[in-house]
């Protein structure tokens, strides 16, 4: 075959230097390239005007390559006066990049994606060629229309998993409160307080998410204690308070063969921990305690002391952020305090809903 007549043309480049560049110029051999192409292939010029298509889109269009010739492309290939829309020509010849565009053809009624680009064909009168080519994606376009609708049914079962889970964690924050009524609200109240101080402290939303489930079982290892005991209006003796005292072992025990995407068992555990190895039921210390675990600590003091108990009544909101604020960084994790004092601060009002 013949070799491509080339032509050598000078061109500015960005930084304004000038560049010499070999042009190819087309001849009966392009087209007789283009037409052994599956795909659409159609030479189009700067001024708009059809230079060439191949067989596959004359057999496509019904078009006859002696007809089209020098015709807008829009009137040919789209039938209509405006810009056609799987055809990217109008990008290309503003930005002078590769535009790539997913469309529907209204003719054949198929989706197709087009490639639009700057060519180094030129015609022989030397007008600078941009290349259009089409390729039918109706499969690639069901799959994908298949797809998205099996992601919105999973996303849905998903929901429905995440509701029927969240139904079961309130149930069994209300298990504990049939035994223990004098308790009944506070782990939904510590579960809102310890939520507004995650949030306070920045926190994400998944993470905000655990805080607030572990936050709403955290004495769920009540369940295992006698009513006696948890309605008992006078000081517990050492023994009872020993028992009282295993509900952070028992509720992790309950939770842990649970799988969550939360250290939930382990912020069941050491929700009585303190900074300083006072607290129980392991006596650990400051990092050792996981952080979600001590920001709950603190919601837990604030609102036991806030509330009416068969032994003692509201100590009142005043004296609860008094105690986190005068044990701040020796039992009570500095941050979580500082956001619990400041959302009081702010009219933070403990609540149950
Ligand atoms: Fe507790």
Known sequence: MRPHAVKKVFQKTDSGKVIEIHKHVIGPQTKKFIDALSFYVVLIDKGRLLIMANRSMEKAYDLDYADIEGKPYTT???????????????????????????????????????????????????????????????????????????????????????????????????????????????????????????????????????????????????????????????????????????????GHDIIASIEFPWPVAEIILQHHERLDGSGYPNGIKNGDIVEDARIIAVADVVEAMSSYRPYRPSLGIAAALKEIGTNKSTLYDKAATEACIRLFKKGFALTDH
């Open 76 to 250: 040919v290939i789209g039938r209509s006066d405006g810009p056609y829309p799987g055809c990217g020509l109008e990008e290309v010849l503003k930005t002078g990049k590769h535009v790539t565009k997913d469309f529907f053809d209204p003719l054949t009624q198929k989706w197709m994606r087009s490639e639009t680009f700057p060519s180094d064909l030129i015609t022989p009168d030397g007008r600078a060629i941009y290349i259009h080519m089409a390729r039918e994606i109706t499969d690639l376009k069901e799959i994908e229309a298949e797809a998205r609708q099996a992601e919105q049914a999973l996303e849905v079962s998903l929901k429905k998993v995440k509701d029927l889970n969240a139904k079961i964690i309130e149930t069994m924050g209300r298990i504990v409160e049939i035994k223990d009524p004098y308790t009944a609200g506070h782990q939904r109240r510590v579960a809102s307080l310890a939520t507004a101080m995650s949030q306070e402290l920045g926190m994400s939303v998944n993470r905000i998410e655990g805080i607030s489930l572990a936050a709403s079982i955290h004495d769920i290892g009540k369940i295992y204690l006698p009513a006696e005991i948890l309605s008992k209006p006078g000081k517990l003796t050492e023994t009872e308070f020993a028992l009282v005292m295993t509900h952070t072992s028992i």
